[in-house]
């Protein structure tokens, strides 16, 4: 059992027992060993035996926990409280528009606002993209047939 933790039958609002509570608190809050890792969550508040398979046990039983409605109820507050929510992502969406450290992480931000605000229509499957190669378009107004610096209007393509 993880230190401070009593064996005993309290339920929490959500009706988590205190293990259960102390399990999301860890898999919200905790540091990067924990952040998200269900399996090494569980191993840490509920301390299984390490016997036999105990491992792959432990991974069963914290999907187990993760699927239990009032489990992610509650992960789900704990993210909310952290600043996962809808307006800590813009402040952070904003941040990496108006940095200049970081272009490419800047070029990321301008491309997602652009797709959420649907200000750039995707590629249509159908439109044909034209290439135009420079050195292959014969000038009718130039006698040795090179190239020349412009596409003339009257431009035609060498076979």
Known sequence: MAKGLQKTATKTALGLNLRQEEFCRLFVGGDRDFFGNGTGCYIEIYQPKRIGNWYNGAKASASRELTKVNVIRRINELLDVEGFNEQNVDKQHLFLLNQFADFKSKLGAIKEFNALKK????????????????????NQHQPDGEAMGSIPSTAEPID
Do not use: H
Request: charged share 20%.
């Open 119 to 138: 200000r750039i229509a995707p590629i249509d499957a159908g439109i044909r993209t034209v290439i135009i190669n420079f050195n292959g378009i014969k």
